[in-house]
């Protein structure tokens, strides 16, 4: 559904230097692996001239657009530890994890780094978050603590947004489309490329990927629109130029309620999850 949106949605990765003082130890640990592009791997190398070795690359998560990147980049540090959250599944048919593209080497990551105190050499601590929202579904979510900068990284749980679009939708075209596509009022508008369009088109995909359904927000998603726009292909991106939501006056203020100037926040659907089931397993 989200691709049919046309929706883009960044996911980034953290990157971590420790032991910088014991030459036996200084290296790095990667948290929520991306897609291993050569730019990427590149960008990885500088640190490690800089900080040392990949020790460690944590999957910290069981959604697949995480666990679609992670076996790719583990294969890429064949040397590094690769720790997965336990509870990686596929659905409809539940598969071993060689199935779903993690190497041999791949370990499970403990729940907790209080029993497993020598994981990290100190360093560190992480908890992990495991909720069962359904049949044939799970949630896990990993928070990593970086105790000497006080640092916390978690993978999907926690959000904040502003106005201002990230710099990795601005700087390929291939984005900054989704971005004006989204700031269309009518199917056929063809929008100029602007600051301020490519924010209205943030604001709005924010709404999407965070509410599916949002409140200023009225789905057009009726089969004849969809084949009538298929039929009159006049605007290049997306569909034919479908425009699946038409928006209300109520947009704005939408989305300075949920970004709140940028302050993190859980997101919506965590929220939901976690409210079916508040207690850990």
Known sequence: ???????????????????????????????????????????????????????????????????????????????????????????????????LGLPSWTKPLPRSSRDNAHLWGGELEHEVLTVKPGIGSMYQDVALFHKSSGTMLVCDAISAVDGTPPRILTEEKEYTCALIFHARETKDEVVEDTPENRKKGWGRIVLLFNFFFPGSGRGDLELQRIIEALRTPTYKDGWGGWKPFSWGKDEVKDFETFSASGKPIVLPIIQIILSRKPNEM
């Open 1 to 99: 559904m989200i691709g049919m949106y046309y929706v883009r949605v960044p996911i980034q990765m953290a990157v971590v230097a420790v032991h910088q003082n014991d030459p036996n130890k200084r290296g790095l640990v990667l948290f929520a692996p991306v897609v291993p592009t050569k730019g990427c791997l590149s960008l990885i190398h500088d640190l490690i001239d800089q900080y040392g070795p990949v020790r460690d690359i944590i999957l910290p998560s069981v959604a697949v657009e995480h666990k679609v990147n992670a076996g790719p980049f583990a294969r890429s540090y064949p040397q590094a530890n690769f720790y997965v959250t336990d509870k990686q599944y596929a659905f409809p048919l539940n598969l071993p994890n060689s199935f």
